[in-house]
């Protein structure tokens, strides 16, 4: 394959792509941060917006899933700039319809096609960036999309602080049509368009299940990404019911979309620094084990909160959050694995399958609280999920410095 065209680590593409991120998390972050305010909004009690709000992320996940390989697929076959402009598209009218809800089916409905609109924004833009860079720039460059797209949360907090929670969904709409209309000088990966004349299958998603070599790297790329949403999706956007089985005083609540704002802030910290750390080691891997590391302690630290407080819950949250910044690493890695005809199904697939996962971590959180309570189940839950994700880095080949001009055959 021929030498591609490469770029800077602060040229328009990588911003683009960075603000592409940036749109993405504070749609996906939205939900968990106005769902009790949105919830009681259409009518739900207290106890529903617990039971209700779990239903409706795991829809939202499900569509993250689903778009993941519908954009991936395309991406490989119809380059990387079709999937940046079609799911932003698609996000932005979900976004203005979810405004408009009466009812959780409603919701739900909204919040499923918005997931499969978001699915296509990070695996396109890391594979995009990824691929116009230079090897020795690559971890800095997806760095810094991770960095800035992950302040998005941060965004949607100070939004739904300062207006109505359709409003906050009106606003996501309007910041994607305005993405749409930035991303016409962006120009496609030259990777991509060197593959046109190759005879190689091009987004074919089976591919990775009929080489043993592909399925297993393509698996633990999946399993590396696990403790991120277990973090986000069960211990934080639910810290406000942990709290309360803590033994949290009634006067001191915990306000979960403070708190997934507060860990947006160290996770944008943490994904900016991932790419710089992995760089000085010349090594992804030590990078997650580090990442990692820091993960476990804080959340050991958050079932240790008996009789706790507000503050505490909120500082551990942000200490989780900067270890889950291991995020933009590993989508990374997902990318480097696999050929230029399969990487951006991967790229995309990859964080969405993680993110997909979710339902299945709430599945097994629930089906343990019967026997264990819902504090023992939480930690259980994530020791499993600690344990094979552990296990996966351990598994996973290097990736760093690689050389991404090649084909899967």
């Keep these: 394959m021929k030498q591609s065209k490469v770029i800077g680590i602060f040229s328009i593409p990588v911003i683009?792509?960075?603000?592409?991120y940036f749109v993405d998390i504070y749609d996906l972050l939205l939900f968990s941060i106005i769902r009790v305010k949105s919830l009681k909004g259409i009518g739900l009690s207290d106890v529903l917006c617990d039971s209700e709000g779990?239903?409706?992320?795991?829809?939202?996940?499900?569509?993250?899933?689903?778009?993941?390989v519908l954009w991936g697929v395309m991406?490989?076959?119809?380059?990387?700039?079709?999937?940046?402009f079609g799911s932003i598209i698609l996000y932005?009218?979900?976004?203005?319809?979810?405004?408009?809800?009466?009812?959780?089916?409603?919701?739900?409905?909204?919040?499923?096609?918005?997931?499969?609109?978001?699915?296509?924004?990070?695996g396109a833009g890391i594979t995009l960036v990824s691929e116009l860079v230079t090897k020795e720039n690559r971890g800095k460059a997806t760095s810094i999309v991770a960095g800035i797209g992950l302040t998005g949360a941060v965004a949607a907090y100070f939004v739904a602080h300062a207006f109505d929670w359709r409003i906050c969904y009106f606003v996501g709409g309007a910041l994607g049509i305005c993405l749409l209309l930035m991303?016409?000088?962006?120009?496609?990966?030259?990777?991509?368009?060197?593959?046109?004349?190759?005879?190689?299958?091009?987004?074919?998603?089976?591919?990775?299940?009929?080489?043993?070599?592909?399925?297993?790297?393509?698996?633990?790329?999946?399993?590396?990404?696990?403790?991120?949403?277990?973090?986000?999706?069960?211990?934080?956007?639910?810290?406000?019911?942990?709290?309360?089985?803590?033994?949290?005083?009634?006067?001191?609540?915990?306000?979960?979309?403070?708190?997934?704002?507060l860990s947006y802030i160290t996770i944008s910290i943490g994904g900016l620094l991932g790419g710089f750390l992995s760089n000085w080691l010349k090594s992804r891997k030590k990078a997650l084990y580090i990442f990692y590391s820091i993960t476990i302690v804080s959340i050991a630290s958050f079932f240790f909160q008996k009789g706790g407080?507000?503050?505490?819950?909120?500082?551990?949250?942000?200490?989780?959050?900067?270890?889950?910044?291991?995020?933009?690493?590993?989508?990374?890695?997902?990318?480097?694995?696999f050929g230029t005809n399969l990487r951006a199904t991967a790229a995309t697939t990859v964080p969405n399958m993680v993110r997909g996962s979710l339902p299945i971590m709430i599945l097994l959180f629930?089906?343990?609280k019967p026997?264990?309570?819902?504090?023992?189940?939480?930690?259980?839950?994530?020791?499993?999920?600690?344990?094979?994700?552990?296990?996966?880095?351990?598994?996973?080949?290097?990736?760093?410095?690689?050389?991404?001009?090649?084909?899967e055959q």
């Design 309 to 337: 407080n507000s503050t505490n819950m909120y500082i551990i949250c942000m200490a989780m959050g900067f270890g889950t910044g291991f995020w933009s690493l590993f989508v990374t890695m997902a990318a480097e694995h």
């Design 366 to 368: 629930n089906a343990l």
């Design 92 to 122: 932005s009218l979900a976004n203005f319809a979810n405004g408009f809800v009466q009812t959780v089916n409603q919701y739900a409905i909204a919040r499923f096609i918005a997931g499969i609109g978001l699915a296509g924004e990070l």
């Design 371 to 407: 026997g264990f309570g819902y504090i023992n189940a939480g930690a259980v839950t994530g020791f499993i999920v600690m344990a094979i994700s552990t296990i996966a880095v351990f598994m996973t080949t290097e990736t760093f410095g690689k050389d991404l001009n090649f084909n």
């Design 183 to 261: 991303r016409v000088s962006v120009f496609e990966s030259g990777m991509f368009h060197d593959m046109q004349g190759e005879k190689v299958q091009k987004g074919n998603f089976l591919m990775f299940f009929n080489n043993a070599r592909r399925f297993k790297t393509y698996l633990l790329a999946i399993l590396i990404g696990l403790p991120t949403w277990y973090v986000i999706g069960i211990l934080i956007t639910f810290s406000k019911e942990f709290a309360k089985n803590f033994g949290f005083s009634e006067n001191d609540p915990v306000d979960a979309g403070k708190a997934v704002m």
């Design 54 to 68: 779990k239903f409706i992320i795991s829809i939202q996940m499900y569509g993250l899933l689903i778009g993941g």
């Design 16 to 20: 683009v792509a960075a603000l592409g």
């Design 75 to 84: 991406g490989d076959k119809k380059g990387r700039l079709s999937v940046l």
